[in-house]
């Protein structure tokens, strides 16, 4: 009689003496990866997506078809409407404060007084690259300490008009926000910290005293 394509004869030892020729096992096929979706929302941390379709079902035991659907995680810095998001989603670049002499003598030659400003911030978070910076000019990374508050001055050419901000000062955040910092010089030195306060004219202790790049 015909041969029925059921592979629970394979357990009763009951198939067809062709079974194997007429039931051959075919395993899922699917197609390539679509291209990765966008955010699925701006300005947060967020996921996005790629799918792919069955273009053959298993049959007869073959291999089962794979996940379909695949998210990764992502950032959009910029709105739907094409402005850029608020600065907490910005890392702040900083420098050591020792670097502020030089620009503010830059800014008195070409006629530009304004001082700027500095915020301080409390260091939540840091990573270990920090204290492994060897290099003389990274030895002011071994002054960031969790928990310790430091005061980082926004100065010119890092103060961009018309904003008159820094980027990553946090301006424009929530209480306790936190939000995070990349040390030039060292890619493994960052961290996070919360936006303590503004302060207009600066006065900055020069061991805590960083800079906005």
Not at 63 to 89: D, F, H, I, N
Not at 125 to 154: D, F, K, N
Request: overall charge positive; aromatic content about 8%; hydrophobic content about 30%.
């Amino acid at each position: 009689g015909p041969c029925y394509c059921d592979q629970a004869c394979a357990r009763t030892l009951d198939c067809c003496h062709d079974y194997a020729q007429a039931c051959p096992v075919i395993s899922c096929v699917v197609s390539q990866w679509s291209a990765w979706s966008g955010c699925a929302e701006p300005c947060k941390t967020a996921y996005r997506v790629r799918t792919r379709h069955i273009i053959q079902e298993p049959r007869n035991g073959g291999e089962a078809c794979p996940a379909l659907e695949e998210r990764a995680g992502c950032v959009e810095y910029w709105t739907w409407q094409g402005t850029e998001c608020q600065q907490s989603l910005i890392p702040a670049l900083i420098t050591t404060g020792g670097f502020g002499k030089a620009r503010k003598k830059r800014a008195a030659a070409g006629g530009n007084e304004r001082a700027g400003y500095c915020v301080e911030f409390q260091l939540v978070a840091i990573t270990p690259g920090c204290l492994q910076s060897p290099q003389p000019y990274t030895q002011w990374m071994r002054y960031l300490r969790e928990g310790h508050t430091v005061c980082v001055e926004c100065q010119h050419p890092a103060l961009h008009a018309p904003s008159q901000h820094c980027r990553g000062d946090g301006t424009g955040t929530q209480q306790n926000q936190l939000l995070h910092w990349q040390a030039v010089g060292n890619h493994r030195c960052k961290g996070t910290w919360k936006r303590i306060r503004q302060l207009d004219t600066c006065s900055c202790p020069s061991v805590h005293s960083f800079l906005f790049i």
